[in-house]
């Protein structure tokens, strides 16, 4: 039984105790299969199936346990396990957003659901925690409009390009959001700086049509809405992530690991809304964010656009010519 790292490709078993998780980064193009054996576990929030072997390549995840698991991992790849994780924290976020879903049922369509938009610099975790509350919500039969308006490394789409989409149940480890029908627009270019303000008018397109399926539909209106940003938050970055604040009409602005963006971001709302601001919370960044260099951004990229054309796992046969 493994207890701390691994990095080589034979097969390891892992013992997980309560409140714990397994942290595994993989390289592109190695690949490996993950399988709980025993216990409960999961990963973004989304329970893993017992004795199912997941195959993953290029990513870096958490597998954390409530109640203790054993997991086997095969395949070359650096992993290990950590005691100290800030899921109890967002754990608490999640209850406070079920609270204002609550409230908003028992409201009579008076009162929508929350509207949280999630703020940090780049490999903070932005990503994950907007997914893992995503899927907590849908595990208790809510259906939230996650939108990830980040152009450089969308979690919903292509690169390039800003997406939301209706989670009605929880996403699959494996094959993601292929088994959704998201709304995107293009953008064109892996940073919102290339043209601020046409991203700033597809962000406002974005969050006018959220709007218009939130009051057709009462479920979507009650379960709310979360928002991935862009990890650019000095200077023009933190006036679009104002923008993206205003557009969406947050009431909840989760800041990670950033005690300037956080004290700025409270004057900001204070200042447009004296009366009723949006709550500003700050967590700390997890100790299993990995820092992605600018060659691992652009392999991420490239590997996310040949998914789109052949797969998650190279199902598709695509026909391509290379022209010069």
């Known amino acids: 039984m493994a207890s701390g790292g691994a990095s080589d490709s034979s097969t390891k078993t892992f013992t997980l105790e309560r409140d714990s998780e397994l942290r595994i980064e993989v390289d592109q193009p190695d690949t490996v299969i993950l399988t709980l054996t025993q216990g409960t576990a999961e990963v973004f929030g989304a329970e893993l199936a017992k004795e199912k072997k997941y195959t993953l390549s290029g990513i870096s995840i958490a597998v ?23 899921m109890n924290l967002l754990l608490t976020v999640h209850a406070t957003l079920e609270e204002r879903r609550f409230a908003a049922a028992a409201s009579s369509g008076k009162a929508g659901g929350p509207r949280v938009v ?54 699959d480890l494996e094959s993601g959001f292929h088994n959704f029908v998201p709304l995107v627009y293009f953008f064109g270019h892996p940073s919102p ?20 399926r939130a009051q057709k ?24 992530a104002c923008h993206v604040i205003t557009a969406f ?12 963006l956080f004290s700025d971001l409270q004057t ?21 964010v990995v820092a992605r260099s600018r060659i691992h951004r652009r392999n991420a990229r ?21 022209l010069s």
Request: with cysteine.
């Open 268 to 288: 900001f709302v204070s200042s447009r809304k004296p009366q009723n601001p949006p709550a500003v919370l700050k967590i700390p960044k997890s100790g299993g």
């Open 217 to 240: 539909q009462k479920l979507v209106s009650e379960s709310g809405i979360i928002v991935n940003t862009c990890g650019w938050i000095d200077g023009a970055g933190f006036e679009l």
């Open 64 to 86: 954390f346990s409530w109640h203790g698991a054993s997991i086997e991992v095969s395949g070359p790849c650096h992993a290990y396990i950590a005691r100290e994780t800030p």
């Open 118 to 171: 999630i703020v940090g610099p780049s490999d903070s975790g932005k990503s994950t925690l907007t997914k893992l509350l995503c899927n907590y919500a849908a595990r208790r039969g809510h259906q939230p409009t996650m939108v990830d308006l980040d152009v450089g490394q969308n979690g919903i789409s292509l690169p390039g390009t800003i997406a939301a989409v209706p989670i009605d149940r929880p996403v």
């Open 302 to 322: 490239a590997s996310k656009i040949k998914e789109y054309f052949y797969g998650p796992m190279n199902e598709f046969s695509p026909h391509s010519m290379v």
């Open 249 to 260: 009409d947050a009431d909840m602005i989760v800041v990670i690991d950033n005690d300037r």
């Open 193 to 212: 700086g290339e043209n601020i303000k046409y991203y700033k008018l597809l962000t406002s397109a974005m969050a006018a049509e959220v709007n218009r």
